[in-house]
């Protein structure tokens, strides 16, 4: 967008470079090909730049630093193709291979199709847009403005020995981050508005979405996997006894403690001015999964996200700012929201029939061997696709903790170019998909809490309700349920520890209501997601 790019496929990872000026930090082409004497397509090499966002979740330039930082390392092409299964801290996330140019040239395209958007968009329609946001914001002349997007025209024959100021490339950003963002320019860092603005697209630009218009928020909820935990069993073998862990297993640890804290943090900074600077009962509900490790990570993230001050503080004797704020929760066998421990005899029998299929039989006659290989190190009897999980999590916590795991786990598994203990995680993650795979069991799982999310947002829309963000502290099975109703979980893996959904209910100022669906994982940064379909009344 901001590059007005196509996405050429000659692009390599040293196409755009991360600079850092006095003020700010920026990203830009590598090469301006008014120095390089035009040596590639002008239209795709012509300069521009794209300003941070520091304190948002959606900071371009972050984006595209945790882009490259997942390349393979052995591939120089900026587009690589997606692996098809990894982990948020795997070292790369893309095979040594390269996209290829069909599948670049059509990739709106099946975009469009895929998000079933109002239209069919080609690649041109990222430049158009960008152009677009631009020209109709009237403060660049023609001149400066195809300096950046390489448009031509039988008067603007000379823009080439013109060059555009780094200040006037600035608010070009700027003035396309308020767009995308939904406010308004800074009118002080802003040039006077041009009056002589005439730049036909003759692509139909990107509909910008509706989150990046002018809007009051309404309403939010959440839910989040509790933090960094134990694990929640110990392998016979293991010669990690449960003394490693001070408070027994599945318990919450402090690096969980802390990840909570960060979040509750990271929260009051979002919703600044939208929930009270202070605590207020009304405006917030918090309910958990009866799990200690859940409510710890609730009362945790409120200690973040409500510090008293003021009149809140209640003992001024205490080394840290805390207040008790309630946590509501029911017993397991009774919550098919959260924990998901209520008895659904058709999801059993769905469950079932999946595990009977061929698929999974073809599975496990593959896996035999290795089945049989960890069953004997780990001392765990009959392992299968259904319980192989608890080994991976114990020695994904026992590696996370900085443990010495057992020496065959870290070995590599016969041809297979992976550990066994890679190999283990990449068996968990299929399971755990299996979890969810097909509509009716995704419904089952996801629907009481989607349910209760729509309910919510019903309510805060009729002014039926004060109550300004609803938290669920959860695990991560009731993330991916959420997801999995939401149809955004059919390729995902176990979120990670503190990993949240959140739903922001908004309204614009024409007064009709959208949802913004957006994913945080272990980052500072929330993603917004597009829910395929009309899965929710409001979108």
């Not at 196509?6 to 003020?23: C, H, L, Q, S």
């Not at 139909?204 to 309404?218: C, D, F, G, K, W």
């Not at 006659?365 to 192989?388: A, L, P, W």
């Amino acid at each position: 967008m901001y590059f007005f790019r196509r996405g050429a496929e000659n692009m390599t990872k040293d196409t755009f470079i991360v600079k850092t000026d006095p003020k700010t930090k920026y990203m830009t082409k590598e090469m301006d090909e008014l120095t390089k004497n035009h040596c590639f397509n002008d239209k795709e090499n012509v300069t521009a730049i794209m300003p941070e966002q520091p304190h948002s979740p959606f900071c371009p330039v972050a984006a595209f630093q945790k882009y490259i930082s997942k390349l393979h390392p052995k591939c120089n092409s900026l587009w690589q193709r997606p692996l098809g299964s990894f982990y948020e801290d795997s070292a790369s996330w893309y095979c040594n291979s390269p996209v290829g140019l069909d599948t670049l040239a059509q990739f709106m395209n099946k975009l469009s199709k895929l998000c079933s958007l109002s239209q069919v968009y080609t690649n041109h329609s990222i430049r158009a847009t960008g152009a677009t946001i631009l020209t109709e914001s009237r403060y660049f002349a023609d001149a400066q403005i195809m300096s950046v997007t390489g448009h031509k025209s039988m008067s603007s024959l000379a823009i080439y020995n013109q060059r555009t100021s780094d200040k006037a490339k600035f608010q070009m950003g700027q003035i396309i981050d308020a767009a995308m963002n939904g406010r308004d320019p800074d009118a002080n860092a802003l040039p006077a508005p041009n009056q002589q603005l005439t730049l036909p697209s003759p692509v139909q630009p990107l509909a910008l979405p509706t989150s990046a218009r002018t809007s009051i928020m309404a309403s939010t909820s959440q839910v989040y996997r509790h933090g960094d935990r134990s694990p929640v069993v110990i392998y016979p073998t293991d010669k990690n006894k449960v003394d490693k862990w001070p408070q027994g297993l599945g318990w919450l640890t402090k690096k969980g403690m802390l990840m909570h804290y960060n979040f509750g943090q990271w929260l009051r900074k979002r919703y600044e001015g939208f929930l009270n600077s202070s605590y207020v009962h009304t405006e917030i509900e918090v309910a958990s999964s009866n799990e200690d490790r859940c409510l710890m990570s609730a009362y945790c993230n409120l200690a973040g996200l409500y510090p008293p001050h003021g009149d809140q503080v209640w003992n001024p004797n205490l080394q840290i700012d805390w207040q008790p704020i309630p946590v509501h929760t029911r017993p397991k066998k009774e919550d098919n929201v959260i924990n998901m421990g209520e008895n659904c005899p058709r999801y059993d029998q769905l469950y079932q029939e999946t595990m009977k299929t061929k698929e999974i039989a073809q599975e496990e006659m593959r896996n035999k061997d290795f089945y049989k290989f960890v069953g004997q190190m780990s001392g765990m009897d009959h392992e299968n696709i259904s319980n192989i999980w608890q080994i991976a999590d114990t020695l994904f916590c026992e590696k996370a903790h900085n443990l010495t795991v057992s020496p065959w786990a870290d070995q590599k598994w016969k041809q297979e170019n992976m550990t066994v203990y890679e190999k283990l995680r990449f068996l968990d993650s299929w399971q755990f998909r299996l979890l969810y795979s097909g509509l009716e069991k995704s419904r089952l799982m996801g629907g009481p809490i989607l349910g209760e999310f729509v309910q919510q947002m019903v309510a805060a829309s009729q002014n039926k309700t004060n109550t300004k963000m609803f938290m669920y502290s959860g695990h991560d099975t009731t993330v991916a349920a959420l997801l999995s109703a939401l149809n955004l979980f059919a390729n995902g893996t176990s979120p990670p520890y503190a990993a949240s959904v959140i739903v922001e209910l908004h309204q614009n100022s024409a007064g009709k209501y959208y949802v913004n669906v957006l994913y945080k994982n272990t980052t500072d940064t929330a993603y917004l997601l597009t829910v395929p379909g009309n899965y929710l009344p409001f979108i």
